[in-house]
T-cell receptor
Framework: AQKVTQTQTSISVMEKTTVTMDCVYE???????LFWYKQTASGEIVFLIR??????ENATVGHYSLNFQKPKSSIGLIITATQIEDSAVYFC??????????????FGTGTRLQVSP | ETAVFQTPNYHVTQVGNEVSFNCKQT?????MYWYKQDSKKLLKIMFS???????VNETVPRRFSPQSSDKAHLNLRIKSVEPEDSAVYLC???????????FGPGTRLTVL
């Protein structure tokens, strides 16, 4: 069965430092997509970054980057030069392409990041 | 800039009532979704829908049903609400099935 696990429930860091959030997944499929989303205190959920399973290069968008370790079924999110406004809950998600050409989406339980000045 | 709109923002009702939540997206996407987020922030997909197919999460009770008039709208109807339905319901959309999703602001449902 498809599964996404985020073991870190909460992380606290100082502003301008680098933080890594862990995520491991389970899948039977050879083709899948991995995503990270951010949910702010207002409840808004925003897409951050995506990794396609067939790509070897780690995705990077702005000060977000991924550490994709396929043999370990791991997709860590790295935020460099953290800012106060990065404080939020971060969700890892996976999408598999099903045989019926539809998708199945599973989200992790989230990691709360607190960035302090 | 909001492109996935949900109404209402909040809804309080009593057990057994019927409720309906609306979702509209202006992104031109062809796939829409409904999620339930509980008090522990757990996000669970309820429905995935495009003009070809409706995918229902098998754990969703039958009292929940999606309703779509066109690819820009996907409403959620709950026929007879129960206390465990209290949650935030989030609508999302995407291009095709396997691509990143854009979320609406959510509708918070409280069942008394």
């Amino acid at each position: 069965a498809q599964k996404v696990t985020q073991t870190q429930t909460s992380i606290s860091v100082m502003e301008k430092t680098t933080v890594t959030m862990d995520c491991v997944y389970e899948t039977q499929d050879s083709s899948y997509f991995l995503f990270w989303y951010k949910q702010t205190a207002s409840g808004e959920i925003v897409f951050l970054i995506r990794q396609d399973s067939y790509k070897k290069e780690n995705a990077t968008v702005g000060h977000y980057s991924l550490n994709f370790q396929k043999p370990k079924s791991s997709i860590g999110l790295i935020i460099t030069a953290t800012q106060i406004e990065d404080s939020a809950v971060y969700f890892c998600a996976m999408r598999e392409r099903q045989s019926s050409n539809t998708d199945k989406v599973v989200f992790g339980t989230g990691t709360r990041l607190q960035v302090s000045p | 800039e909001t492109a996935v709109f949900q109404t209402p923002n909040y809804h309080v009702t009593q057990v057994g009532n019927e409720v309906s939540f609306n979702c509209k997206q202006t992104l031109g996407h062809d796939t829409m979704y409904w999620y339930k987020q509980d008090s522990k922030k757990l996000l669970k997909i309820m429905f995935s829908y495009n003009n070809k197919q409706l995918i229902v999460n098998e754990t969703v009770p039958r009292r929940f049903s999606p309703q779509s008039s066109d690819k820009a709208h996907l409403n959620l109807r709950i026929k007879s609400v129960e206390p465990e339905d209290s949650a935030v319901y989030l609508c999302a959309s995407s291009w095709d099935w396997g691509i990143e999703q854009y979320f609406g602001p959510g509708t918070r449902l409280t069942v008394l």
